[in-house]
């Protein structure tokens, strides 16, 4: 399971290598809330592709693998448990990095790839916002993006679990 505190090592080493990310999934929607309200087996990332050797170059410094490919909409980084040298405190489980390139355009909204090419997930401009994780703000999608990705597929308990908190904290509808 991912930790707090390796959500914001990840995020400070990123920073460090001078890129932007923001957090989306089951961390993203924790950090809306300013709590965390389950365990979380990854950390979702989306990330400016103009970026992406930075990141891949900083992760790897970090002990990140890649451990999938499936570019241009998706990749996955792994780590072994983290020994005390790694960013954040050890873990006794693998880290897990699912990664989301963007391509931004001038007004702030940005585009990724899906497996439907002629259906790109769009994230408008207000997409992107600040949220808290373990009292620090760190940048993530919004309330709106979250409910728009969580649609057109069988939801999972985890998925119904993170709708509900977001129906209950902002008061939007939602798919189930």
Same mark, same amino acid.
């Given at each position: ?6 959500? &914001? ?12 990310? $923001?957090?989306?999934?089951? $961390? ?68 897990? +990095?699912? &990664?989301?390139? +963007? ?74």
């Amino acid at each position: 399971m991912t930790t707090a505190a390796e959500v &914001l090592s990840v995020l400070a080493l990123l920073r460090r290598a001078g890129t932007d990310v $923001w957090i989306g999934g089951g $961390w993203g929607i924790d950090a809306l809330l300013g709590e965390q309200t389950r365990d979380h087996r990854d950390l979702d990332l989306m990330h400016r592709r103009d970026q992406e050797p930075a990141v891949l170059a900083a992760l790897a410094g970090a002990g990140f693998t890649e451990s999938l490919d499936q570019r241009p909409v998706r990749f996955v980084l792994s780590a072994p448990p983290g020994p005390p040298s790694a960013p954040g405190p050890p873990s006794s489980t693998g880290r897990e +990095l699912d &990664l989301h390139p +963007l391509v931004f355009a001038a007004d702030g909204s940005a585009v990724q790839a899906s497996f439907e090419p002629d259906r790109p997930f769009r994230y408008p401009a207000t997409s992107f916002v600040t949220g808290r994780i373990g009292g620090t703000p760190v940048p993530c999608l919004s309330a709106e993006q979250q409910v728009s990705f969580h649609q057109g597929y069988e939801p999972s308990p985890r998925d119904l679990h993170d709708m509900a908190r977001l129906r209950r904290a902002f008061g939007i509808a939602t798919h189930f």
